[in-house]
Structures are given as C-alpha cells and as structure tokens.
C-alpha cells in the first residue's frame, strides 16, 4: 500500500464543526439546483452529494493513497449514480432492464448532439449533474481531511454555485443562497486556518490562552458579516466604473459562447422567454415552459395620447435562424452612447413610423434593455449587437445595457413605432430588400412536407401577403390550445410538426414559431422577438402599465416592403391585435374612453407624445415593490448573529469581567489574529473600557474638538469645563453637574456618585454640541448680505 508522501500517514485534519460547516455549503449547492426546478428527478443530487461528502470524509481520514483514494471514488461514484437514476424509471422495472433503457438513452442523446439537434431527454441533465455533485462533494470531504486547505474545499463547489445561478438569476430572492454560501464558507476558511496555526503552536509549544478559539470563531463572525455588507454595495461601484464593466464584459464573452453551445444538449429543461435570466443571449430554445410569477419586472410611463392601432411590446431580442431552437447571427457588438447615438437605422424615415418617448422604472435588476419596436435613443449607455446590411444600416439585435440595471433604476427611450393602418400593409408589396431575404427566409432542412402543405392550404385564396399572415395567425388562435407547459419534446420528431399535428397546444414560443415557419416557406420575411407583453395599466392610470414575470412572452414580426417590421398576435393567451382599416384614426373609437378601447381592442395602444429626448415621461415609484420577506431575512440575520457574538461573553464570566463591550472583544480578537487593530477601532475600544463615569466626563472633551478646540493635556478638568462653557454658554448648567459628579468621585471618599445625573448631563452637552456645529455650519453656507 502506498503511503500519501504530503503528510504523515496518520496526520489528518479531522474537526467536527468544520465537517458540519462543510456540510452545510454542499447543501447549500445542490438546494440551490433543486430550486431552479429545470426538470423533474432534480432531488436525487442530494442523496449523491451528502452520500459523496460521507465517502470523501472516509477516504480523506484512511490510509490509502491518493491514487488508491481516487480509485475507490470513482467505484463509488459509478454504482450510487447508476443506481439513484436508473431509480427514476419507476418501480418494478428489472434492475438488468433498467441499465439498458439507461445506455440506449445515452446513445440516442450522443448522436443527436452529433448531429446539433436538441436533445429532449433530460438524463443528459441529470448524469452531468450527479457526476458534478459527487465530484464536487467527495473532492470536498477528502481534501479537507487530507489537507486542511480551505480554498480547494470551497471554491470549486462555490464556481459551481455561481454557474447554477447565472443560468437561473431572474428572482433576485434566490441570490441569498450565494450570501448563506458565501458566509458559512467564511466561517469555514477562518475554522481550518485556525486549526493549521493551533497545530503548528502545538509543534512549536507556544503557549495559547484557552479563549483564543473563541475569540477566532467571534472574529470570524464579524469579519464575515463586514465582507457580506461590503458585497452589497459592489454593484454600486461597477455602476460608477463603466469602463471597467466593458472589460469584464469582454472577458466573460468567451464563457457566454460556451454557455451558448450547451443549449442543444438541455432542450428538455423547462424554461421558457425570460424565465431563466433576464439576459437574452444570442440563443433560445423553444423549452417546455414553467409556471410564470407575478414579479414585477418594470413599470412604464408612456404617451397620454398614443396613435390608434398599436399595442406595447416591450422587445428585448430578435433570432432570425432556425434549427430546432432559435438563435441570433446579429452579433456585431458596438457601445452606443446617449449623447452619440450612431445606429444608421432601417426604415426610420417611412411615413408610417412616429418616434416617441417611455420611461422604464426597474423593479428587477436587468442586463438587457426592453425596448417599444425600433429604438432612436436610449438614456443608457448600451451594448449594441447587430448586423451592418449592404445599404450602411444596422439590423439590431439587442441593447445590453452597461452596466447592468438595478432594481429602482429608470431608464428612458425613444422609439419609432409603426402605426400602419391595413390598407396601407395590403398596398406594401413584395419588393423586400436583398439583406431581408438573405436573412428572414431560412428554413431547416428537417420541416416536414405536411407543416408546408398545412401552409399553402391556409394561403390559398388570400392575395397579399398581410392577409395570408392574418390568415396564418387566425388559424394558431383557433386551432391550437394554450398552455404554460407542454410534456416532453420528442426525440425522433421536428417540433413545428409535433406542436401543430400532434400536441396542438403550447405557449408562446411555440405559436411565434409555427407562425414563422409556415410565413417564410410562403416567401415572405419573419422573425422571432422576445420579451414582455403590454402588461396591466397602473391602477388609477391611464398612460403606465406595469409589468409582471407573467408577461413574459415571444411573438413573430413580418417585414413589409417600405414599411418595416410590423407585430402579429398568435397567441391565444393574448387579446386580439386590431388595426385601423385604412385611415390614421379610427372613427368608430374616436370618442370611446382609452380603457375601453384596450379591453376591446387588445390591451391598449401607443404614443403620439412629441418632444425631444429630454422631455421624460414620468417614472413610477416601485419601492413598495420590494419583498417584505427580504427585509425580515435581513433582520432575523442580524439578530442570530448578536446573539451568535453575545452567547461566549454569557457563558465564560472570567471573560465577561475583562471584556465588557463589543469592540473591546473585537479590537483584542483581531490583535490575537496578529493584525493591527485600526485607529478608529482603538478609540471606540478605549472608549467602552473607561466606566461609565469616565464616559460621561468625556463628552467634554469631544465636544471641545467638535468644535473646534482641542484640549491640552495639562488642561485640568476645571480648565476644559470653563472652555466648553466660553464657546457654549448654554452648556454651563450641563457641565458644571458633570464637573461636580467628576471631582466628587475622584477627590471624595465620602461623596456618593450619581451615576444616572452624570450620564443624563454628558448626553446634553452632546446634543448642545451638534446643535452649534449644525448651526455653525448653517451660518457658513447662507448667503451673505450685500
């Protein structure tokens, strides 16, 4: 048997609570997981993680060799991952059955990825999960029994972590599993760095005082505490460096192209627009849908009086390939600036095309700017990503805004918004420019023969391409059944095919899709956009709608000859889109209050408002928005950890009589560290060891130097009252009590001290103190007379 050669063969770094701390950051992780919900069977990774730290532990404390160590896990990790998913299959099953349905999956999954189709079985998922989970979990256990390094215990679980949340970020309430990370891992990196210092003092026979350990944990705590208040306010910082967030943004760029070429392989997650991040990456899988809450997301303020015929969209993205999924080729990526907004647009200048302003207040933090149809000008510095045509304009893609938005921002934008009537969109024509065909015509080879039939079945008859699209629309909203989620996707079927023959239900995603497909098998130019639907008009509002996580939503847009992109409405969850026939107003709703029109006409209209960029519409104010559980975690946090810090000063008397006050203890834990307290730390600590006497008597000097007089040290008591009392009259009363109470405790032996008169005289000759500098300060700033 081999010896391991890094330590002695009985030298572990075995401890109790630091196994109970790592436990509790493997379940951290993989709770973090079960959260997302991404697909069924998810709840098996905690039978493999804790099954991973047990054995991890158990090897990290044996003699075997690192080799041999590495050997056993792996037996290990094969037969519990094996045997918790070949669980999934149900009961009754035989076990030598169960292993080969197993591998004929696989092997299906394998050459759909081969063949870059999206794979609709979620084992892929769930294999890569269990191996990262008992990997992750018996490299922890093991390495911190072997070697007692805290950062290659917690980092590779941590990245982890993060990654899981990246992918899942869009409720800003599960980000307080990286604060329970992030603090439980503290806790462990200063409980093994103690352990390391504790057995070198041992080898070297240092004497260690047998209250250092809590002063450790106790200082832990602190710092602990102090680093997750200062991680709060990081985002604040990267707001005021935006030059630093386009660097990071550029290094993260190559991560987002690798998340990107996963997505194929998860097609059987549920997810669906917006539901996974607020970011919406060059990707977009058609999904299998999830429950949508009720977050909001934003508030707009819009135009009072906008033009007839127009819904809210509010677009994040267009896609114009697709395979199985959608994805966007548009990624040229440019900064554009408010004060330089230099997108050559296209179709900005047609008659049909009115340019108006919104105002965005935040009530989630986003990454991606929503934007009403074609936008002119944002307010926000942003990450343009587009492509250049032949005729010198941008076909745009998305707007990231840089840096990311937080929950009670505001942004503003001016968009063109397209209030074509229906003569006008029968009149247009197909004379679509050559970078609209090159780009909003392609189909996969994989459409089936029965999805273009179905097509040109449902054109037939109709002349213009407007009314074949009504048409096609028509034909979505009464055919095909709505709903949130759909069963699994189909291994062996084209999902345009599956959704309009066989499923005949689904969400938005789906509807948007068959209607693209069967318009561009028809000749004629569509794409997919992604983002919100119009939400709900404020209550009490006419003009600001609020925006929910329900509202999520992706819809086709059609390209018209000498008008643009134009919304079409299949999905059946959304009211009806409406038109005006032929003129720019439409008589018959000329005088119907705007609220009725939206009931009837399809959730309200748009904008007429004229103005420049800084005429802003007004903003909303969201912060009744935010959670009150958010608050009342925060408050329970602080209380345990008081009571945390308070539990040692309770128990252990003999330290309760040396150490009366809070930055006492901190001051000499952290001096016990071998680190300089900081200045102000040694004030406030000499500060709570003086009695409470010598307290109140200092609020004598401290006003002196707040305002501006500096006692001297052979200043006596008497010198300094007399002082106070020439710059501050109306302190004398105050500071004579407490000049008495003072020299009747230092020169009496009969006198009896009134502490209770001494500390009530310190408290006003402190508030009479502020009271003149604010008064002070006040005379400075007023404006002198001429």
Not at 49 to 77: D, E, H, K, Q
Not at 199 to 210: A, E, Q
Not at 222 to 251: C, G, H, K, Y
Request: net charge neutral; charged share 20%; with cysteine.
């Amino acid at each position: 048997m081999k010896r391991d050669k890094t330590h002695p063969p009985y030298t572990r770094w075995w401890d109790f609570p630091a196994a109970l701390l790592l436990l509790i950051l493997i379940t951290t992780a993989f709770t973090r997981l079960i959260a997302t919900e991404w697909t069924d069977h998810l709840r098996l990774m905690r039978t493999t993680a804790w099954l991973g730290l047990i054995a991890g532990l158990a090897l990290g404390v044996s003699r075997f060799s690192p080799r041999r160590s590495t050997f056993f896990a792996f037996v290990y990790g094969v037969f519990i991952i094996t045997y918790s998913i070949g669980l999934t299959l149900g009961e009754g099953v035989l076990w030598t059955e169960r292993i080969q349905s197993l591998i004929g999956r696989i092997g299906v999954i394998v050459n759909y990825l081969i063949q870059q189709r999206a794979v609709a079985d979620n084992l892929l998922f769930l294999v890569l999960m269990s191996i990262i989970f008992w990997v992750l979990s018996i490299h922890a256990g093991y390495s911190m029994t072997r070697y007692g390094n805290p950062w290659i215990v917690i980092l590779p679980t941590g990245v982890a972590l993060i990654l899981i949340h990246s992918y899942d970020s869009y409720l800003s309430s599960r980000a307080w599993y990286l604060v329970v990370y992030l603090f439980f891992a503290l806790l462990l990196v200063a409980r093994l760095t103690f352990i390391n210092n504790r057995k070198r003092w041992i080898t070297n026979k240092t004497y260690t005082p047998p209250y250092l350990g809590l002063d450790f944990i106790r200082t832990a705590l602190v710092v602990s505490i102090v680093l997750l208040l200062l991680s709060w306010t990081i985002p604040a910082l990267a707001n005021t460096l935006p030059a630093a967030e386009d660097a990071w943004m550029r290094v993260k760029q190559p991560w987002n192209d690798i998340r990107n070429t996963f997505d194929n392989a998860f097609a059987s997650l549920r997810s669906t627009v917006g539901i996974v991040t607020d970011y919406y990456g060059p990707n977009l899988l058609l999904g299998r849908g999830n429950r949508l809450g009720d977050n909001i997301i934003f508030a707009v303020a819009t135009p009072e009086e906008p033009p007839d015929g127009i819904r809210f969209y509010w677009k994040a993205r267009v896609y114009d390939y697709y395979y199985d999924g959608w994805s966007s080729t548009l990624q040229t990526s440019n900064i554009v600036e408010p004060d330089n907004f230099d997108l050559k647009l296209p179709d900005v200048n047609n008659a049909s095309l009115d340019s108006h302003s919104f105002a965005f207040t935040l009530g989630s933090p986003i990454a991606t700017l929503f934007t009403p149809h074609q936008a002119v000008w944002l307010s926000r510095p942003a990450r343009a990503e587009f492509s250049t045509n032949p005729d010198g304009t941008s076909d745009v893609g998305s707007y990231r805004a840089v840096p990311p938005l937080r929950a009670g921002e505001s942004y503003q934008v001016r968009s063109a918004l397209n209030s074509v009537t229906i003569a006008e969109l029968r009149a247009a024509g197909t004379d679509y420019p050559a970078w609209v065909t090159n780009r909003y015509l392609q189909l996969p080879d994989n459409i089936t023969p029965r999805t273009l039939r179905l097509a040109e079945e449902i054109a037939e008859g109709h002349e213009t391409p407007y009314d074949i699209v009504t048409a096609i629309t028509n034909y979505l909203r009464n055919n095909i059944e709505y709903s949130e989620t759909i069963p699994p996707l189909p291994a062996d079927q084209e999902l345009v095919d599956w959704f309009l023959f066989d499923l005949q239900q689904g969400f938005c995603n789906y509807y948007a899709t068959a209607e693209i497909v069967m318009l561009r098998s028809l000749g004629i130019p569509a794409r997919l956009a992604a983002g919100y639907a119009q939400g709900d008009l404020l209550e009490g509002s006419t003009d600001t709608f609020v925006v929910r996580q329900s509202a999520s939503h992706a819809w086709p847009e059609v390209y018209f000859a000498g008008i643009g992109w134009v919304e079409f409405e299949p999905t059946v969850s959304q009211p009806v889109l409406v038109r005006p026939l032929g003129e720019r107003l439409d008589i018959n709703n000329i005088n119907m209050p705007r609220d009725r029109r939206e009931d009837d006409l399809g959730d309200g209209f748009d904008p007429t408002q004229q103005g420049g960029p800084e005429e802003e519409a007004g903003a909303v104010d969201l912060s009744d928005t935010t959670p009150i559980y958010t608050y009342t975690i925060i408050a329970i946090g602080l209380v345990l950890a008081l009571i945390v810090l308070s539990i040692p000063l309770i128990r252990r008397k003999q330290l309760h009589k040396r150490v009366n006050s809070f930055p006492v203890v901190l001051e000499n834990g952290i001096r016990r560290i071998g680190i300089q307290p900081p200045s102000f730390l040694r004030r406030w600590a000499h500060l709570a060891r003086l009695s409470p006497l010598a307290r109140a008597y200092m609020e004598i000097n401290l006003a002196l130097s707040r305002l501006g007089q500096h006692p001297e040290p052979k200043d006596t008591p008497s010198d300094r009252a007399d002082s106070l009392t020439a710059i501050l009259p109306s302190a004398k009363q105050p500071t004579n009590t407490l000049l008495t109470e003072y020299q009747l405790a230092t020169y009496s032996s009969k006198g009896s001290v009134d502490i209770q008169t001494a500390r009530k005289a310190g408290n006003e000759i402190r508030w009479l103190s502020f009271k003149e500098l604010y008064n002070r300060v006040m005379d400075r700033l007023a404006p002198r007379k001429s």
